[in-house]
């Protein structure tokens, strides 16, 4: 009996509280860091020294001059057809039809991590082009020119919003490493044209990535989309149309 209420004071104890919350809460606190903190701060490290001196990094024009160095006809081509690929323009069928199946399944916690992050990126990128002002590099005439500002790279955004909202909708299935491998391609495949197309500074690219990731990440740790709550039986999750329990508290307390 004297053990139980040892145990029972030691529980209500502010040490042991911390503790317990900082094991259960280990993996969220970690990803928030690594795929928060950090990211957001590369990307304010960027933001700070372009502003400071618009012209870029000593290490933008070397890469960008070894890229343009391969430059040949078949890939012309190839980057052409990325770059029409990788436009935010071309994601919205793709991500309105990926809304249109969620809506279909019920799926309403999926539904507004993919409206959150898409709509986000997109103001977020426009707001960050419009701040900065930074104008495209001019080392070369490009076969797919640009007249918006360069920074942050919308096409490396839109490449980062669109993998990770298929990677968060397909976290508790196999195919997630599908996603992830492919994903991971196809994102450096996009940076790659915009770079051999001439249109964007490597630190546009850096920049357009960090921000993604850590917008995306942000709003996971919010939003949850690949929790779901189990049926009583046990047999498979219910659809998305209920609260989980401390976000039912927070409307209760409100």
Not at 11 to 27: A, E, M, T, V
Not at 43 to 51: A, G, M, Q, R, Y
Request: hydrophobic fraction near 50%; include cysteine; aromatic fraction near 10%.
């Amino acid at each position: 009996m004297e053990k139980v209420k040892k145990a029972n004071i030691e529980s209500q104890s502010p040490l042991s509280f911390l503790k317990n919350l900082l094991i259960g809460r280990w993996r969220s606190l970690l990803l928030l860091l690594i795929g928060v903190y950090l990211p957001l701060q590369v990307f304010e490290i960027l933001t700070v020294k372009i502003w400071e001196n618009q012209p870029g990094f000593p290490w933008d024009v070397p890469i960008l001059l070894a890229v343009h160095s391969t430059a040949n006809p078949q890939l012309d081509v190839l980057a052409v057809m990325l770059a029409i690929i990788g436009l935010p323009w071309t994601a919205i069928p793709i991500l309105a039809a990926i809304a249109l199946i969620l809506l279909l399944q019920k799926r309403w916690r999926s539904l507004a991590y993919l409206l959150t992050t898409s709509v986000g990126s997109v103001i977020i990128n426009r707001t960050a082009k419009q701040l900065m002002h930074r104008v495209r590099p001019q080392l070369w005439q490009s076969i797919a020119p640009e007249s918006s500002f360069a920074f942050p790279s919308g096409h490396a955004m839109t490449s980062v919003t669109v993998v990770a909202v298929l990677l968060f909708l397909t976290w508790d299935s196999s195919r997630r490493w599908l996603v992830l491998i492919f994903g991971s391609l196809y994102i450096i495949a996009i940076a790659w044209c915009r770079l051999y197309l001439g249109v964007h500074f490597p630190s546009d690219i850096l920049a357009g990535w960090m921000v993604a990731l850590g917008w995306t990440i942000g709003v996971s740790l919010i939003i949850k989309p690949s929790r779901t709550i189990a049926t009583v039986n046990g047999d498979r999750p219910e659809d998305e149309t209920t609260l989980l329990p401390e976000e039912r508290e927070l409307i209760t307390k409100e």
